[in-house]
């Protein structure tokens, strides 16, 4: 599953082992390794939080 924010195109695999969060930075560890996303406000990290959960 990809997820595009601000032009920018982030891959996550199945499974998630684990996500960090970090006012707005997020990183995710996924079976290819860890993926650090800065994210300019709060809503914007909620919004990929939420698509992460829902997937």
């Not at 930075?25 to 406000?41: A, E, H």
């Amino acid at each position: 599953m990809s997820y595009t924010y601000n032009g920018m195109i982030y891959s996550i695999k199945s499974p998630v082992s684990s996500i960090s969060v970090n006012k707005h930075n997020i990183v995710v560890t996924d079976q290819d390794g860890s993926k650090l996303i800065k994210f300019t406000n709060a809503n914007d990290s909620k919004s990929f939080l939420a698509w992460v959960y829902q997937v």
